[in-house]
């Protein structure tokens, strides 16, 4: 059977497959369908991915809050994202869960998670990736709420269905919530109620001798895991850097994580004047601190972008194969440059199917620099 057949075979018994699966659940489930979600008193939500996925959950996890003040809030995180979240106001506990942990160390979390006897489980992930709907389906809670997308629907009790066409991705955590009957919404992309390291920024302010006047622009160099269909080339973020010198007077500061060291320290050789390196030398909670004093951002579409979206810096969003309707900021304080090929977006993919990772490389410096004046004129404005 050739591969088309299958997909129209898999089509056809998927609405069976899911009315065979819907009544096992209710056998095996008895009484959940006369759980009403407002009565929830233990809630787990699970968000196991990157640091911008959960800087973009958070209106969704503030508005669970709001729609459930008696009841004990858990988030589920990845230990790389925990430091961002432990401690916000909005959350009663973090648990963490390390990626490369052993069998033995999964089976003791799954363990510990049934021990919590939550009643309502939330997993907000929206993808392919089958890790926090296996955790979700073994949480022994009585309420398992997921998208229904994919073999991710079987996972579930109560499956939310996705809205069509391409959203926002702060947007696509809200369709959860919405779901649960939460009337106190928020769609504010603010770090309000997170545990700041504020020292860190007074200290960072007397060690570079930086005033408060003085004109500071974050750039995030790297991109997820580096590949190359995502990264801006190393000499055009050091012309950047000092043309923003040259021109507004502006500090440029490279932030990035332990892996980032080598990419920053390349682009500070290759500039004529001075940047402050900062790869592997903040914690998320330190950046998150840090992002407030930024007065303009320039990345790909990292976590740190999305701090610094929070944190309510201008931005300028290097854009090479990413779909921008579902990760690009909302607001006029963004742009995002990113050139019209064929083959854009191609998120997916960690290679070029063109070979010369045109969609990255053919965004001039010229260019980036013009939207550096956009936004340099809408700082004056704030600063009037």
């Known amino acids: 059977m050739n591969r088309s057949r299958w997909k129209t075979t898999i089509k ?19 009484g959940q369908k006369d759980f009403v979600f407002a009565n929830a008193r233990n809630i787990l939500i699970i968000r196991l991915d990157r640091v911008g996925d959960l800087v973009l959950s958070i209106p969704a996890i503030k508005s669970l809050r709001a729609s459930f003040p008696k009841a004990k809030l858990t988030l589920l995180v990845n230990t790389y994202t925990r430091n961002l979240i ?11 869960y390390s990626p490369d942990s052993k069998l033995g160390e999964k089976l003791r979390l799954i363990k510990e998670i049934r021990r919590q006897n939550y009643d309502l489980v939330i997993d907000l992930i929206y993808s392919r990736k089958l890790l926090s709907a296996v955790i979700a389906l073994l949480s022994g809670a009585t309420i398992k709420v997921g998208f ?34 939460c009337k106190s919404v ?19 302010c007397r060690e570079y001798n930086i005033g408060s006047s003085t004109l500071l622009v974050g750039i995030h160099p790297s991109a997820y895991k580096n590949v190359l269909n ?4 190393k000499e055009n973020f050091a012309r950047l850097g000092d043309e923003l010198f040259y021109r507004y007077g502006a500090r440029s500061m490279i932030t990035g994580g332990p892996e980032d060291v080598k990419l920053g320290e390349k682009i500070q050789r290759l500039m004529k004047t001075k940047a402050i390196l900062l790869a592997n030398k903040l914690t998320l909670s330190q950046l998150c601190a840090l992002s407030t004093r930024f007065d303009l951002f320039i990345s790909t579409f990292t976590g740190p972008l ?8 201008l931005t300028i969003i290097l854009s090479g194969p990413t779909p921008v309707k579902r990760w690009a900021p909302q607001g006029n304080g963004h742009i995002v440059i990113q050139k019209d090929l064929p083959c854009v977006p191609c998120q997916d993919r960690t290679y070029c199917e063109r070979g010369d990772y ?3 490389r053919k965004i001039s410096v010229e260019e980036v620099l013009r939207a550096v004046e956009v936004q340099m004129r809408r700082l004056t404005k704030r600063e009037d």
């Open 230 to 233: 995502r990264s801006w080339p």
């Open 86 to 96: 432990d401690g916000a106001s909005f959350l009663d506990e973090v648990i963490a």
């Open 306 to 313: 999305h701090i610094a979206v929070a944190s309510g810096a």
């Open 358 to 360: 045109a969609c990255m």
């Open 12 to 30: 056809r018994l998927t609405p069976f497959l899911d009315g065979v699966i819907d009544r096992f659940k209710n056998f095996l489930f008895k």
């Open 186 to 204: 928020t769609r504010n992309l603010g770090l309000n109620g997170i545990r700041r390291d504020e020292k860190i920024l007074g200290e960072f």
């Open 148 to 181: 229904d997308t994919g073999i991710r629907r079987f996972f579930f009790n109560r499956k939310v269905m996705p809205r069509s066409g391409k959203r926002y991705e702060m947007d696509r955590n809200l369709e959860i919530v919405e779901f649960l009957g």
